[in-house]
């Protein structure tokens, strides 16, 4: 199975390190000095790291091969991918891989269907499950603990408790300035 870990960012330096956007809880096991790595587009790979560093809280990478500044810049937006085992499972407890996540049924605690996940986006603040909905609309939940409070592999479900107006248009607005104008009318 494969697994995105990182996207190559910007050159740095002259001597063909680059920068990476890591897109991983484990970069210290996927994208350590030997990881041969698969790439995206296929044509700019595989890769082999040849060495890391954390430079002001970016994470730089060198590839065996890659030398100079406009080598290491042709990679730049290239997808780094590791080749994983389909039964290995995250250090953490509360981890879960991409693919383990997808194609789950959302419900509510009541066994109320929601839809189900179809896709996973990472973005800085959260992850957000892209979900499906039965007729066909997506809804973005966040991968947060307090919204989806169980996720049930055996099953394959995640349960959520969503607040009011996530998942359907009911939600209600309360403003001390809709008091307040009761009060003149």
Known sequence: MQLV??????????????TVEVRT????????PGAVLLTDPASAGPLTIES?????????????GVR???AAEALRNTLLIAEIDPEELPEEEDEYYDHQLMDLDVVLADG???????EIS???SQDLFIVERPDGTELM?????EIVTEIDLEEQRAVIDPPPGLIDERAEIV?????EQGDDA
């Open 5 to 18: 870990v990182a996207r190559i960012g910007r050159a740095h330096g002259i001597r063909g390190e680059v």
């Open 25 to 32: 809880d484990e970069p210290e096991l996927r994208l350590g």
């Open 122 to 124: 990472h973005l800085p």
């Open 52 to 64: 890391g560093k954390v430079h002001s809280g970016r994470l730089l990478l060198r590839f065996e």
């Open 141 to 145: 939940i966040p991968f947060v603990s």
């Open 68 to 70: 100079d500044r406009n």
């Open 175 to 179: 403003s001390s300035r809709d008091a």
């Open 112 to 118: 109320t269907e929601i839809g189900r996940i179809t």
